[in-house]
C-alpha cells in the first residue's frame, strides 16, 4: 500500500461549492504539506503542518483552509471553489529530523 | 528562502550521463541543496541532497561546487524512464519551507 494516499484523485466540481481532499499518510511523519500545481509550472506550498497543533500558511493560503486531524491526517478544503483553482494538488510529509518530503499521487481538481 | 536557477530543458541520449545544472547563488550557509523528479504528472519523488560535500546514491550523484553557489545532478546511465521534470531546491535545514521553481524538463532519447 501507498505510504501517502490522496482521496479523491479526480474532482471536477462548480464555482461557489466547497470542497474537501484529504490526505492521509503511514510514514509516522509528523510534518504534512500541501502543495498546488499549475499546468507547466512547479509546486506552490499552500499550508503546511509540523504536527497536529501547529499549522502555518505558506506562499498562496488564500481561498484554503486546512484541518490536521490526527498525526496521520491533514485535510485542505477550498471554502468556496473558483475557476482558477483548477490545479493538480499534492500532499508531502517528512519527518522531524530531515526535510526529505515523500508525495502522495496528487488530486486533480477542475473548478467549472 | 533562497531561489534556484535551472535550465527549461535538456535532452540527453539513453545510457548517457545527463548532468544536470543548478545555479543558487544566494544561498545560505545552512541551506541544503535538494534534488527531486516528476514523471508526468505522478508526485515529485526525492533524489538526493547535500549541504557541502558530494554525495551519492542508487539514483544519482550531486556534486557541489565549493563555495556552493552551484551544483549538478548526474544520472550516470540515463534510461528512457529518466524522462522527467527535476526540481532543484535549497531549503534551511528543519523549516519545511521548500520553494519548487519550474524545474528542468529532462527528455531521454534512444
Not at chain 1, 509546486?43 to 490536521?68: A, M
Not at chain 2, 535538456?10 to 543548478?22: F, V
Not at chain 2, 544566494?26 to 534534488?35: A, H, L, R
Request: net charge neutral; hydrophobic share 30%.
Amino acid at each position: 500500500d501507498a505510504d501517502v494516499t490522496q482521496t479523491p484523485r479526480n474532482r471536477i466540481t462548480k464555482t461557489g461549492k466547497r470542497i474537501m481532499l484529504e490526505c492521509s499518510q503511514t510514514k509516522g511523519h509528523d510534518r504534512m504539506y500541501w502543495y498546488r500545481q499549475d499546468p507547466g509550472l512547479g509546486l506552490q506550498l499552500i499550508y503546511y503542518s509540523f504536527d497536529v497543533k501547529d499549522i502555518n500558511k505558506g506562499e498562496i493560503s488564500d481561498g484554503y483552509s486546512v484541518s490536521r486531524q490526527a498525526q496521520a491526517k491533514f485535510s485542505l478544503s477550498l471554502e468556496s471553489a473558483i475557476p482558477n483553482q483548477t490545479a493538480l494538488y499534492f500532499c508531502a510529509t517528512s519527518g522531524e529530523n530531515t526535510d526529505t518530503q515523500y508525495f502522495g499521487p496528487g488530486t486533480r481538481l477542475t473548478v467549472l | 528562502d533562497a531561489k534556484t536557477t535551472q535550465p527549461t530543458s535538456m535532452d540527453c541520449a539513453e545510457g548517457r550521463a545527463a548532468n544536470l545544472p543548478c545555479n543558487h547563488s544566494t544561498i545560505s550557509g545552512n541551506e541544503y541543496v535538494y534534488w527531486y523528479r516528476q514523471i508526468h504528472s505522478q508526485g515529485p519523488q526525492y533524489i538526493i541532497h547535500g549541504l557541502k560535500n558530494n554525495e551519492t546514491n542508487e539514483m544519482a550523484s550531486l556534486i557541489i561546487t565549493e563555495d556552493r553557489k552551484s551544483s549538478t545532478l548526474i544520472l550516470p546511465h540515463a534510461t528512457l524512464r529518466d524522462t522527467a521534470v527535476y526540481y532543484c531546491i535549497v531549503s534551511p535545514l528543519h523549516q519545511g519551507k521548500s520553494t519548487f521553481g519550474d524545474g528542468t524538463t529532462l527528455t531521454v532519447k534512444p
